[in-house]
């Protein structure tokens, strides 16, 4: 399994970015993908993950309604769209995968981000003025 993270940056309060994770080396259809955040001095916690269809996607209370986790099949893609985002909202962003995590309970916080199998090398976002 490889997983390779990217799109992270600087961006004003209110901003919007996309980060994308190209994976590969697993079976999509059964296994969640997670983005998960580690903001400076805070424990790693789950944002968003989604199983294949997009009606299994889950969100942290925090992100709601900001964060949109998709799925491009095609080529082998994960994005999270971001948008207003906020200073709180700063960390490094890693996209991971789970071979035994069916309802993506690491971002209800009720499973370890440290159970998950594979990691990207994560991507840093700044919410700046």
């Known amino acids: 399994v490889q997983l390779q993270a990217s799109g992270g940056g600087l961006v004003q309060p209110g901003g919007s970015l996309r980060l994308s994770c190209a994976a590969s080396g697993f079976a999509w259809d059964y296994h969640a993908i997670a983005w998960l955040r580690q903001a400076p001095g805070k424990e790693r916690e789950g944002v968003s993950c989604i199983r294949r269809t997009a009606d299994n996607t889950y969100y942290a209370d925090s992100v709601k309604g900001r964060f949109t986790i998709s799925t491009d099949i095609d080529n082998r893609t994960v994005y999270l769209q971001m948008n207003s985002l906020k200073p709180e909202d700063t960390g490094v962003y890693y996209c991971?995968?789970?071979?035994?995590?069916?309802?993506?309970?690491?971002?209800?916080?009720?499973?370890?981000?440290?159970?998950?199998?594979?990691w990207g090398q994560g991507t840093l976002v700044t919410v700046s003025s």
């Open positions: 991971a995968i789970d071979m035994d995590d069916p309802k993506c309970s690491v971002v209800a916080g009720t499973k370890s981000p440290w159970s998950y199998d594979y």
